[in-house]
């Protein structure tokens, strides 16, 4: 599988190029499925998060990235699947939870779009709704440093620091409906967002400010 044969050669690049520290291990059960939830800054989210998250790993990505024969291949192989944002997809439901009930784990950016800050408005219910239909819980992760990595509309990778936070899962109530849950969800990943700000981490970029220098690489829970 290509996902298998890519992944630890993805690890080894950023280990080289970034300084990456990664929290929360401890509420990874790498036996069990996840809907992992993140923030969406830089179109190296996906594949930082499949990095370091100890599961295969499929994003539902957005249809126009598939319009390109040879990154639709690409994309497939390593699992990821399409949606159409501007309405209900449901073939991409149909598929989120045909992979779920497989025992695999996917990927979704719950706001919808990479964004410069936390579109909390634009917080959609797919996480939530999924994790109620398979009961498969739902996973927050804070990114911080990939907007400064790769800015939304720049090209090239700069060598910033790079902090991924995986917060406790989430389990639906029973009774509890998609738009009840998706509030839980969402304030479980604006507690990580805030208290990574706290400690000063950058979860978005700064206009105008450049990426900082250097390399080299540590993980917080040894890499």
Known sequence: ??????????????????????????????????????????????????????????????????????????????????????????TAIRTALRRLKEGRSIGLFPEGTRSRSFAESAFKEGAAYFSIKSGVPVLPAALFGTGEAMPKGKRGIRPAKVRIVFGSPLFPRPGETPAAFAERIKAALQALLQDGAARGWKSYPEEGREAPSGGGTRDAEGL
Request: charged residues 20%; without cysteine.
């Open 1 to 90: 599988m290509l996902y298998v044969l890519l992944k630890p050669i993805a690890v080894g690049l950023i280990k080289l190029y970034h300084r990456v520290e990664v929290y929360g291990r401890e509420h990874v059960d790498p036996k069990h499925p996840h809907i992992v939830v993140s923030n969406h800054v830089s179109n190296l989210d996906p594949i930082y998060l499949a990095a370091f998250y100890p599961r295969p790993l499929s994003f539902m990505a957005k249809k126009e990235l598939f319009q390109n024969p040879w990154l639709a291949w690409l994309i497939r192989a390593l699992g990821a699947f399409p949606v159409d944002r501007a309405g209900r997809d449901l």
